[in-house]
C-alpha cells in the first residue's frame, strides 16, 4: 500500500487543513500473520509445495489535521478498519546437492511460487472532539477482492531427525495493487525472512 493523505471530510461549512501523507505503517498496527504448507517430493531434488496464509493487521488512529467551521478549530483524526487477509499459493522449490555431513548437514535451495490474497473491505472514519462525531464520517476506503502474487526464494535447510528439517529463507515477494475507494494504490513489494520447519510422512 503506498504513502496517502487521509480522506476529506464533507458536508456543511466545515473545512479540513491540508494532511500529510500516510504511509501503511502508520495506518495500520504490524500484522499478525499465521501460515500452513504442505510440499510432495517428487523427485530426490524437486519438491512441489502449497501455502495457505491469514493475517490480520489493526487499523489506528491518527491525527491527520485539524477541522474548522470559521469559529471553532479541532484536531482531525482517521481511524482504519481492521485489515485482513487470505492467502493461496503454489509453487516448486529446487535443492542443490544432496545432505552433507549425515543428519547435521546443510541443503541449499532455490524456489518460486504465485497464488491469490484476498482482502476485506476497510473503512475510514473521521472524526474531532464535537465539529465532526464519531461515526458521522465513515467511508469505504478498500474494495474486498483477490490480488495476484508472485514470489522468488533463496534459502536452506539443516536436518535434524530422519524425518525433520528446519530452514530459513528469503526472497523477493510481489503483490498486485488493491482496489482503493480514495486513492490509487501501488504494486507492494517486499523482502520477507521466514524460519520454518519440515516434517516428513
Request: net charge neutral.
Amino acid at each position: 500500500m503506498n504513502a496517502k493523505p487521509a480522506g476529506v471530510a464533507t458536508g456543511g461549512t466545515l473545512n479540513v487543513s491540508a494532511t500529510p501523507a500516510i504511509s501503511y505503517k502508520d495506518a495500520y498496527k504490524k500484522a499478525v500473520t499465521y501460515d500452513a504448507g504442505m510440499t510432495y517430493d517428487i523427485s530426490p531434488s524437486t519438491t512441489i509445495l502449497g501455502r495457505l496464509g491469514y493475517s490480520k493487521a489493526d487499523g489506528n488512529r491518527i491525527k491527520t489535521g485539524t477541522i474548522d467551521d470559521g469559529t471553532t478549530t479541532e484536531d482531525l483524526y482517521a481511524q482504519w478498519g481492521d485489515l485482513e487477509q487470505f492467502t493461496v499459493e503454489g509453487g516448486v522449490r529446487q535443492y542443490v546437492g544432496g545432505w552433507n555431513n549425515g543428519l547435521s548437514g546443510f541443503r541449499p535451495y532455490v524456489g518460486a511460487s504465485a497464488g491469490f490474497t484476498h482482502n476485506n473491505d476497510v473503512s475510514l472514519s473521521q472524526s474531532s472532539a464535537t465539529l465532526l462525531p464519531a461515526g458521522s464520517n465513515v467511508q469505504p476506503y478498500l474494495d474486498s477482492g483477490w490480488s495476484p502474487t508472485v514470489a522468488g526464494v533463496v534459502g536452506a535447510e539443516m536436518q535434524v531427525g530422519a524425518r525433520t528439517a528446519i530452514g530459513v529463507e528469503t526472497g523477493i515477494r510481489w503483490r498486485d495493487d488493491i482496489n482503493s475507494n480514495v486513492l490509487a494504490q501501488e504494486d507492494r513489494w517486499s523482502i520477507p525472512v521466514k524460519l520454518r520447519g519440515r516434517v516428513s510422512f
